[in-house]
């Protein structure tokens, strides 16, 4: 059974980082591909960065030039860097995985992509 297990969310002053990790299980980890969406209060989920099996990332402009998706294989984790953050950014992350090999997406991912969900980490930014 796949899961995924996201840590690293808290509070933090307009402008600061956070670093979120998602640690998955019951899969053979670099055949799959790994992504974070996001949910703030009364809109809908958003698919923010992902990152594939060859190790390249993809980004929705929102974040782009922010955050930083990375994986490390040894340790079945995919890291979100979360720099200069901003009280939009405030929102329920969540971590998700898309099973077997994907050639890399020229876009942010969708719900549709996604086969597994963690359950979520909430980041709030204080402006």
């Known amino acids: 059974q796949v899961q995924l297990a996201e840590s690293g969310g808290g509070s933090v002053n307009s402008g600061g980082s956070l670093r979120l990790s998602c640690t998955g299980s019951?899969?053979?980890?670099?055949?799959?591909?790994m992504g974070w969406f996001r949910q703030a209060p009364g809109k809908e989920r958003e698919g923010i960065a992902a990152i594939f099996s060859d190790g390249t990332p993809t980004y929705a402009d929102s974040v782009k030039g922010r955050f930083t998706i990375s994986r490390d294989a040894t340790k079945n984790t995919v890291y979100l860097q979360l720099d200069n953050l901003k009280p939009e950014d405030t929102a329920v992350y969540t971590c998700?995985?898309?099973?077997?090999?994907?050639?890399?997406?020229?876009?942010?991912?969708?719900?549709?992509?996604?086969?597994?969900w963690g359950q979520g980490i909430q980041v709030t930014v204080s402006s």
């Open positions: 019951g899969y053979t980890y670099s055949a799959f591909t």
């Open positions: 998700a995985t898309r099973q077997g090999y994907s050639t890399p997406w020229r876009r942010a991912p969708r719900i549709t992509d996604i086969d597994y």
